[in-house]
């Protein structure tokens, strides 16, 4: 018997699946398959048709998941000015606090005025008691049981304790006066402000910022200026209570505590590490504390709250390490569908990294889970990195082009931060200022006052390209403020006026500014014999390193002034974040670029700190324009009929207008940029990134 090979073609037909993103599509291949095949017995070949079905095989999806989802690495740029809540005023600061320090209250997910208990039982309204019928008494009904991350039990004092010291430290430099005015008075920002400056002796003007001046004080004025203080915020052991009398009601005082300023800290723990200890006759000996002397003790560089993380370390410059507490006593979900028990992630490693792109590289790495842009115009270099693009929230995401890519863009949300420019009126030259150059009219520097001058404001004022800036830093993803207020605020006026690029007034303005040299200075005189287009003066804007955007900012008026007349010479520097605040708050800045984000979505918090707190304050502004504004801004928060507080803040914004104190420019479109495993990221227009909402995959 003889083996034939016996030769067989067969068809076959494979059906596979091309998979394209999160779309996909059917594709048929034909393919023949020649096989070789042994019949025996066959005395002849014969050809056989064989039709072969097979199974397809898809192209798996590409996976996003993460090498180590317990960990969050975030590269950023600008670190804490301080941990310390009573004192931190600033967004990186803040950002950690609420992350590390529980709050009463906090944010309900993404509403920026909606709220969910914390510390509190429950969030106080007139309906379940905890507001009372004229709004002037706040009840809060503190959860028993929660521990501090030392181990000791956070009591009904530790809660009254937190607020009474944070007003006694005071600071208008704080985030303090957001309190001070609904329990002590609207008009007040500083406890000092309680206290006639008469008694502590003729020299005094002002007690605001001064501890030497503050200990003149007789010490029954101070014992009495404490007890008033804690009179307005009482614990009530037995009915598990804290209390807070208001001076006035006041809308938004409940929104006011679910921020870093109400972080609840350990009473114990402060006064041993070179606090307050809650003795009403040692208080002056702590108020007015600087940063820089919180930071000294574990209080500012270090925290101890009852968050969902405690610190493991900051490393100035270098990095913030926080580690999950496994016994966060959080049993119930935050919100609906939110995280309860300890956190997801474990660790959390904030990088301080001032360059994008080492930021952006450590993206594409796959080294950090988010990494923040230097500006807007950053966004096209991250678009290329995105495979999906999701609105609002991380869910619901549609493919790009490039599908295959790490990131996801979180975009559509709203934003409650706008960044601007602001003139310091008088310069502080105590100790030397490099910003101003030679501090002389001659073509070297400016003088003190060179911002006193309206001529010199209205000129710089009409000298920024704001097209340019909306174009090429904004790439057309924002629109011009036309008030200090947000639109759909009270006042806020869709037709008010505002300042326009245009270099022939720019130059008209700066062509009649004339000085004159007398014996305390230099000062602006219409009919003065120096010119200052013919002198022409040198200067440096100052911005926070890393910060692209406002460095944009800076080389806006450097470029277009020095295009107008090339004796305006304006150089740019670079400063780490706190060093720029300090120098901000020192009034060392001759303009500087920086940005508001709102504490409470009402007009008060842009109004207040605009013209007669927090920058009304670095920009040294005139006694008599900071007097009118504060007459308009107190007689509105106090007006209770809508239409009245409107036609306030109507004045408000003629005035602000007309006094050229600086340039409000856009509101920008809210996007975010993080690697496509993150889950559980929030877009709440104040509230931080809150770590313990995420998870990765």
Known sequence: ???????????????????????????????????????????????????????????????????????????????????????????????????????????NNDKATEFVPQLALEVPSVENGGISA??????????????????????????????QRGLLQGGTFTPQWLLTEPLLGAGVYDVTDLIDPTLAGPDVETLNDDPENLLKVPADVLLA??????????????????????????APFIDTLANGWGAIMSKAWVGANGGWDGDCATWQNFYGKTSEQINETAIGSGAMGTGPYMLDHWTKGEEIVLKANENYWRTEPIWE????????????????????????????????????????????????????????VDTNCVPTETPDQPLELIKGYETATRTDFFFTFTLNTDGGNNFMGSGELDGNGIPPNFFSDDNVRLGFAHCFNYDIYLSDVLLGE?????????????????????????????????????WTKGPDGWVPDPAGEVSLWDTGFRMTIAYNTGNTARQTLAQIFQQELAALNENFIVEVTGLPWPTYLRNQRAQKLPLFPVGWIEDIHV??????????????????LPAELKAKFEELITAAVVEPDKAARETIYHEFNQVYH???TGLILFIANGRHYQQRWVEGWQSNPIGPTYYYALSKK
């Open 1 to 107: 018997m003889r083996n034939k090979l016996f030769l067989v073609s067969s068809l076959l037909i494979i059906a596979s699946m091309v998979l394209a993103g999160c779309a996909g599509e059917t594709v048929v291949e034909t393919v023949v398959v020649t096989e070789l095949v042994e019949v025996p017995g066959e005395a002849e070949v014969q050809v056989q048709e064989v039709v072969v079905t097979a199974t397809p095989v898809p192209e798996v999806m590409a996976e996003f998941n993460s090498a180590d989802p317990t960990t969050y690495v975030s590269a950023t740029f600008g670190e804490p000015e301080t941990l310390d809540p009573a004192i931190d005023y600033e967004s990186a600061g803040i950002a950690d606090i609420l992350q590390i320090y529980d709050t009463l209250i906090y944010y």
């Open 134 to 163: 004229d709004g002037q008494t706040v009840t809060f009904k503190i959860r028993p049981g929660v521990k501090f991350h030392d181990g000791s039990d956070m009591t009904l004092d530790d809660v009254a304790f937190t607020f």
């Open 225 to 250: 200026t404490c007890e008033k203080v804690t009179s307005t915020i009482v614990a009530d052991a037995a009915a598990g209570t804290v209390t807070f009398t208001l001076a006035q009601p006041w």
């Open 337 to 392: 569908g939110g995280p309860s028990g300890a956190p997801a992630i474990k660790t959390v490693i904030e990088k301080q990294v001032d360059e994008f792109s080492t930021r952006y590289a450590m993206l594409q790495a796959g080294d950090a889970d988010y990494a923040a842009v230097g500006s807007i115009a950053d966004w096209p270099q991250m678009d290329g990195l995105t495979g999906q693009v999701c609105e609002l």
């Open 478 to 514: 924002a629109f011009r403020s036309r008030g200090v207020m947000f639109p759909g605020m009270d006042g806020y006026q869709e037709d008010a006026p505002v300042y326009e690029y245009d270099l022939a007034k720019c130059e008209e303005y700066l062509k009649a500014s004339k």
């Open 603 to 620: 007009t008060h918090n842009w109004v207040q700190p605009y013209a007669i707190g927090t920058y009304g304050n670095r920009q040294a």
């Open 658 to 660: 007309e006094a050229v």
